[in-house]
């Protein structure tokens, strides 16, 4: 059974930092595109970030210059990290695995498998 678990939530100030993690089990981690996604209170779950299992990289406009991900296919882990936080990045941030194997996609319906969410707070 597919599990991801996400760790590194929290509360910060506005220009404060965090790292999220996400570790997975159950899975032949390293031949499957990742991707972290956020929901605030009353909007849609939107994609942060996804990253193929070749490393190939994509950002959402709105954290472009601010967080990367990254993945260690060795540990099985995708991390989120983020910096320049704003208020507007209050949200609860799940990690997600591509349906498909060697495939990458923006597309919330092609990931199969999602974490529980970690509550990520910014304010002062």
């Known amino acids: 059974q597919v599990q991801l678990v996400e760790s590194g939530g929290g509360l910060v100030q506005p220009g404060g930092s965090l790292r999220l993690s996400c570790a997975a089990s159950g899975t032949r981690f390293s031949i499957n595109a990742m991707g972290w996604y956020r929901q605030a209170p009353g909007k849609q779950r939107e994609l942060v970030a996804t990253i193929t299992n070749g490393g190939s990289i994509n950002y959402a406009d709105s954290v472009k210059g601010r967080f990367t991900i990254s993945r260690d296919n060795a540990k099985n882990t995708v991390d989120l990290q983020m910096n320049s936080l704003k208020p507007e990045d209050t949200a609860v941030y799940y990690c997600?695995?591509?349906?498909?194997?060697?495939?990458?996609?923006?597309?919330?319906?092609?990931?199969?498998?999602w974490g529980q969410g970690t509550q990520v707070t910014v304010s002062s």
């Open positions: 997600a695995r591509v349906r498909n194997p060697g495939w990458t996609s923006t597309v919330r319906d092609d990931y199969d498998y």
